[in-house]
């Protein structure tokens, strides 16, 4: 245990916030926090409460306290279940004989109130909307106005939404039925309105501490703000840089101002990766410029990879053909993941392993932390489903402008959400990370595509795979460079045919050429680094040429014959 960790499990502070960085070890953390401070007789197992925000996550942290001692005694549960307990103790205790009944799944429900012409995306997006609207305590009077000045993004009318809305919300009330979010409602009720009560229930849970705490949304911090009495204690762990349910309803905020909510709280920041390579540490870091560095604490592995494919079907073939080479010796399918930023990318990766008998799962969104349940098959999930979770060997796929970021991310806050995302993607890996992303897809119509942003801005720090580069490609870039310099210093241009620089000067004028015609900086059109690829792979046609994800693909079939003939 490190100095910085064992400072948070040993820590007397009434309100305690600890900053876990991605890998860091935060559940191991607070699972010892609580033994400690039973061990300390700080707190009492029976009144102590840790909360998390799904039942996975609550088990898990119940099984790592089993072999703790009195730690095994702690309570924990999600913030629904626990209210649920509650609220149903109550209506007990008030003599309620008919009591409402549970929607489990509001989708479902909500679906007999939408009319039967509504496809998917349009039920989807009202169900969203009606999640974060309820996560944030807005009323059905106030959902438009809210969503306007939240930014919200009208897939459909905010206007249709509030009339499924209310609807929703008056066919509960009739059928007498109530849903999650009521539950969390009515227990914050229930302890408003009855001090003896709440003071009853302050007792029974004093201490309390809580999981992925920049997860919670105002209506579970409302409610965990009514279960805190005076003399009640308070620790959360959280990373803020995996802040990715905004959409959700989630609020970062009472992570990151802890200290206003809590003026006496203290605060410790762990940075000491255990999780992944350096080299994937350094990429993963790098896609959040403001975020505090972490210290990489495992040994050095190979660089991250990148490729381009053609379409969607040659890339998940190629991941497919990836995860069989990979699982061999120690590494099974199960030490893999391939993981896409939408449901709708996940088609062509089944077809493709089910071509090579791959045994794969594809896990739901709300089954984020889902255990394999001993099977050895990749799962094939979603950045949200990801959450969480670790594996040897990450496949990212479809890396693509669209979908990194998102396309209809278009505010400040949304880019930032997006950015985080895919650094919870990124530091998923623990050995091995692969990124692919296609030029071509087909999303309604085919269309042509680019690659992410990120790749460009992390390109620096990845790997051309499967190129296997005699010389490191940032060295070459650099003798390129100098090279050039040096050529259009002398005017020396009659290099020998068969040289490393003679091929430089030809690209060299290639580009100029093109951008020339163009109106453009030659750099724009082949960087260096791109020259740099090309001198090392000397490609013998088309497909060589879209190994290299430096060039773009209008370059390759405008100009691509041209290049290759350099080389032959």
Same mark, same amino acid.
């Given at each position: ?444 119509? !085919? /269309? $042509?595509?680019?690659? @992410?942003?990120?790749? &460009?801005?992390?390109?620096? *720090?990845? +790997? ?46 290639? !580009? /100029? $050429?093109?951008?020339? @015609?163009?109106?453009? &900086?030659?750099?724009?059109? *082949?960087? +260096? ?40």
């Amino acid at each position: 245990m490190t100095s910085s960790q064992f400072d948070a499990v040993r820590s007397d502070a009434r309100h305690l916030r600890i900053l876990a960085g991605a890998g860091t070890g935060k559940t191991r953390v607070l699972t010892h926090r609580i033994a400690y401070q039973i061990n300390a007789v700080r707190i009492e197992p029976e009144h102590s409460l840790c909360l998390a925000f799904t039942n996975k996550a609550a088990t898990e942290i119940k099984r790592r306290m089993e072999s703790m001692g009195e730690a095994s005694l702690v309570d924990a549960g999600t913030f629904h279940s626990i209210a649920y307990r509650q609220v149903k103790a109550r209506w007990k205790d008030l003599g309620v004989r008919d009591e409402p009944d549970l929607i489990s799944n509001r989708a479902s429900y909500l679906s007999r109130i939408l009319p039967k012409s509504f496809d998917n995306a349009e039920r989807n997006f009202i169900l969203a909307e009606i999640n974060w609207a309820t996560a944030r305590r807005i009323l059905v009077d106030d959902y438009i106005s809210e969503a306007e000045n939240a930014g919200r993004v009208d897939i459909f009318p905010f206007a249709s939404v509030a009339e499924y809305f209310r609807k929703y919300s008056e066919s509960k009330r009739k059928g007498n039925f109530i849903d999650f979010d009521d539950i969390i409602q009515l227990a914050i009720k229930f302890l408003a309105e009855d001090a003896n009560y709440a003071e009853a229930r302050h007792w029974k849970y004093r201490d309390l501490f809580v999981d992925e705490f920049q997860d919670v949304n105002p209506l579970q911090f409302a409610l965990l703000q009514a279960w805190l009495g005076s003399r009640s204690s308070l620790t959360v762990v959280g990373d803020p840089c995996q802040a990715i349910y905004s959409w959700n309803g989630a609020d970062s905020r009472f992570l990151n101002d802890f200290e206003k909510y809590f003026p006496d709280s203290q605060t410790i920041v762990l940075k000491d990766n255990f999780r992944s390579s350096p080299e994937i540490l350094a990429l993963s870091s790098s896609i959040l410029p403001s975020m505090d560095r972490l210290n990489p604490k495992m040994q050095s592995g190979r660089l991250p990879t990148i490729r381009a494919e053609l379409d969607e079907y040659e890339e998940a073939r190629s991941v497919a053909n990836m995860v069989k080479e990979l699982s061999v010796g120690n590494t099974l399918l199960g030490d893999q993941a391939v993981l896409v930023r939408t449901h709708a990318q996940i088609p062509p990766i089944i077809e493709a392993f089910k071509e090579r008998d791959i045994k794969f799962r594809v896990p739901s969104d709300s089954e984020s932390g889902a255990e394999l349940n001993g099977d050895d098959e990749v799962q094939i999930l979603t950045l949200h489903a990801a959450k969480g979770l670790e594996w040897k060997i990450v496949h990212l796929c479809g890396v693509e402008d669209g979908f990194h970021p998102i396309a209809h991310a278009n505010t400040e806050l949304a880019l930032g959400e997006e950015r985080r995302l895919f650094f919870v993607g990124l530091t998923r890996a623990e050995e091995e990370l692969h990124i692919s992303w296609a030029r071509n897809r087909s999303l309604g119509s !085919r /269309r $042509s595509r680019k690659p @992410s942003t990120y790749i &460009k801005e992390l390109s620096n *720090l990845l +790997d051309p795979n499967p190129l296997r580069f005699g010389t490191d490609t940032k060295v070459l870039s650099q003798r390129i460079r100098e090279f050039l310099r040096s050529r259009n210093a002398t005017s020396q241009q009659n290099a020998p045919t068969n040289s490393e620089e003679s091929f430089v000067e030809e690209l060299d004028l290639i !580009r /100029r $050429s093109i951008a020339k @015609s163009n109106d453009s &900086k030659p750099e724009m059109v *082949l960087s +260096d680094e791109a020259i740099a690829a090309l001198v090392d792979l000397k490609p013998k046609s088309s497909e060589d040429l879209g190994k290299i994800p430096q060039i773009s693909s209008v370059v390759i079939d405008r100009f691509g014959e041209q290049i290759i003939k350099i080389f032959s």
